[in-house]
């Protein structure tokens, strides 16, 4: 069955960086797009950050531009994020999406891994 594991999160002062990971098993990796979602407290989930299958196409919302990067390792089967500069909104969890493409909405999700950032 599809399995994603998150993991990396933590708690890290404003301006400081974290790396997330994404493990995935139960079906053929290279052939999804994969993306990073976050939810805070009280809020929606709203997409971070989405990559096409061969990782040729990435997309961000506007809020982690230039801030957060995402990248894949299809041979490791594999997801990244990337966070630097990290602000105390960034605070939520954070979870790992397959999906049919880069701007489809996931359908498995994993367990998410929760980031912490103080001021």
């Known amino acids: 069955q599809v399995q994603l594991v998150e993991s990396g999160g933590g708690l890290v002062q404003a301006g400081g960086s974290l790396r997330l990971s994404c493990a995935a098993s139960?079906?053929?990796?290279?052939?999804?797009?994969m993306s990073w979602y976050r939810q805070a407290p009280g809020k929606e989930r709203e997409l971070v950050a989405a990559?096409?299958?061969?990782?040729?196409?990435?997309k961000y919302a506007d809020s982690v531009k230039g801030r957060f990067t995402i990248s894949r390792d299809n041979n490791k089967r594999t997801m990244y994020l990337e966070m630097n500069s990290l602000k105390p909104e960034d605070t939520a969890a954070y979870y790992c999406g397959r999906s049919s493409g880069v701007a489809i909405k996931p359908n498995y999700w994993g367990q998410g891994t929760q980031v912490t950032v103080s001021s």
């Open positions: 990559i096409s299958s061969l990782g040729g196409e990435t």
């Open positions: 139960g079906f053929t990796y290279r052939a999804y797009a």
